[in-house]
């Protein structure tokens, strides 16, 4: 959740899902962020998908 005042939640949540990945086994997984702060683009025009890979080199859609 990406929260007002708070910096971009992307890179801990990468590393997040790193962990959680590694746990289970998995080589892909997905990373949803909700965005919550008041300049925020319209939802339309922020619902993306991206590749990035976790630290460890696990690809990620998200």
């Known amino acids: ?6 910096r971009d ?3 801990e949540g990468l590393a997040q899902l790193d962990r959680y990945l590694d746990r ?6 997905y990373l949803v962020i909700f965005d919550r702060r008041p300049e925020a683009a319209p939802m339309e025009d922020r619902v993306r998908f991206d590749q990035e890979r976790t630290r460890r080199g696990v690809r990620s859609p998200f």
């Open 9 to 11: 939640p992307a890179e």
């Open 1 to 6: 959740m990406w929260r007002p005042g708070q």
């Open 24 to 29: 289970l086994d998995l080589e892909t997984g």
